[in-house]
T-cell receptor
């Protein structure tokens, strides 16, 4: 079965650079979520999209932005990267409603 | 207070024993509750969902929900070394999911 695809798997950037993370949800899933997980931390909700519209916003810094495109894939854009942005970034998708999410394998971002 | 609190770990049990993981949540409107298993450096994997008060069993896993007490738990019977992971409790109060900090479980052979 198709899963949530994230790219790239690993990314190394320097401070103040820009990064773009991509997420391809499970086909026919209408909602995409982005989470950030620091070392030893629980996943922190960043932002979600339902039917290509921003649905909810969590602890996403102003330096980050995201969007969902017509083919339902989503991109998380991160600018002016800081050392503290180093983390695992997970994308998850679901059908709207009270169902468990399916997570992608994540993108490990390292800012040096 | 965090929205989702889990019993502090790490938790260590011998192989074959029952592992008990606990979680409380603060938002009374929450209707959906989940347990995720996460191996180090990997993405969370959904292992149990529960929506109604009572017990729900799936193989060696049993989830228990008590909405009046705002409490949800996960029991793992006949624990195996492969169960060693961090277990995340997740609650769905609105349009996104809130996670607890996780409990690290180690099953010793």
């Amino acid at each position: 079965a198709a899963g949530v695809i994230q790219s790239p798997r690993h990314l190394i950037k320097e401070k103040r650079e820009t990064a773009t993370l991509k997420c391809y949800p499970i086909p026919r899933h209408d909602t995409v979520y982005w989470y950030q997980q620091g070392p030893g931390q629980d996943p922190q909700f960043l932002i979600s999209f339902y039917e290509k519209m921003q649905s909810d916003k969590g602890s996403i810094p102003d330096r980050f932005s995201a969007q969902q495109f017509s083919d339902y894939h989503s991109e998380l854009n991160m600018s002016s990267l800081e050392l503290g942005d180093s983390a695992l970034y997970f994308c998850a998708s679901s059908n709207r409603g009270n169902y468990g999410y399916t997570f992608g394998s994540g993108t490990r971002l390292t800012v040096v | 207070q965090k929205e989702v609190e889990q019993n502090s770990g790490p938790l260590s049990v011998p192989e074959g024993a029952i592992a008990s993981l606990n979680c409380t949540y603060s938002d009374r409107v929450s209707q959906s509750f989940f347990w995720y298993r996460q191996y180090s450096g990997k993405s969370p994997e959904l292992i149990m969902s529960i929506y109604s008060n009572g017990d729900k069993e799936d193989g060696r896993f049993t989830a228990q929900l008590n909405k009046a007490s705002q409490y949800v738990s996960l029991l793992i019977r006949d624990s195996q070394p492969s169960d060693s992971a961090t277990y995340l409790c997740a609650v769905h109060p609105s349009n996104d999911m809130r996670f607890g900090a996780g409990t690290r479980l180690t099953v010793k052979p």
